[in-house]
């Protein structure tokens, strides 16, 4: 079973890209919508234009979630600033949503190239390294990344780990033993350390059969190792109670308003100020 030594007080609380029922994501009102839930912890995911400014946008172009088109890679803020995110708020600049919430922490997962270099230099111009977690799917985004802002600020910022990280944190809890401390000097050149894996809950590869991959085994693993697990995109309330019962340290949530209504329950909400 997981360490009740490990496990927090008051899990994380993450709105998953803001909370916006109606399809509005990542805009500054679902950020507000999150904030005023109670939430301190936002998931967000930054893109960044031709033109350097960093974006709060998931995707690599407009065509989803707006009715305009093309790469925002290829695009000017002025291009894309009048597009509007389900017919409802706006695109914002990172830097306007740390301004204007100056309550939240965001929890930043880097989407192209042109953010390695664009989003430290950003926190770094506006000293927000400490409302940050840098994360990617792509280890050498993250990589690249985290010593960017080493290298700005003399210090490193927490950060949950990329894809290849994740996969080497599973197989060695399958493995167990001291293959973790092995497998962490023979990749050390490759993959940054991390001090937390955010990680759906099960996986299906193509044609093939679901695999449960957050396991009491795998939490048990990763605390002894001092890594928290955080488990998205979790929406049921059902499913939320029972993963906190296994013993995360985190839920990332579409549906904000449910699991701040679970923690209340739980007495575990309001959130107190701490890093997730």
């Not at 430290?120 to 799917?137: C, D, M």
């Not at 973790?180 to 050149?189: I, T």
Request: aromatic fraction near 6%; hydrophobic fraction near 40%.
């Amino acid at each position: 079973m997981t360490s009740r030594a490990h496990r927090r007080d008051i899990p994380a609380a993450l709105a998953h890209r803001g909370f916006c029922p109606e399809g509005a994501e990542n805009t500054v009102e679902a950020f507000r919508a999150a904030r005023d839930l109670g939430y301190e912890w936002v998931e967000t995911d930054v893109n960044t234009t031709a033109d350097g400014v960093v974006l709060s946008f998931h995707d690599e172009t407009l065509d989803r979630v707006t009715a305009g088109s093309g790469k925002v890679s290829a695009l000017s803020w002025e291009q894309i600033r009048a597009e509007r995110v389900a017919g409802a708020g706006g695109i914002p600049r990172l830097a306007d949503l740390l301004t204007e919430l100056p309550g939240l922490k965001f929890n930043l997962d880097v989407k192209d190239e042109a953010s390695v270099t664009a989003l430290p230099a950003l926190l770094h111009e506006l000293g927000a390294v400490e409302r940050v977690r840098v994360t990617s799917f792509s280890e050498s985004r993250r990589r690249r990344t985290l010593r960017r802002i080493r290298e700005l600020e003399g210090r490193s910022v927490p950060t949950s780990s990329g894809k290849e990280g994740m996969r080497l944190l599973l197989v060695c809890s399958w493995l167990g033993g001291p293959s973790w401390r092995l497998a962490r000097r023979a990749v050390a050149r490759w993959i940054e350390p991390f001090d937390t894996v955010q990680i759906p809950r099960c996986y299906r590869p193509r044609g093939g059969p679901e695999v449960r991959l957050v396991t009491p085994r795998f939490i048990d693993f990763a605390h002894r190792h001092g890594i928290d697990v955080h488990v998205w995109t979790v929406n049921e309330t059902d499913e939320m109670a029972e993963l906190l019962e296994l013993g995360v340290d985190g839920i990332v949530t579409d549906r904000a308003d449910r699991l701040a209504s679970l923690l209340a329950r739980r007495g575990q909400w309001p959130p107190r100020s701490r890093e997730p």
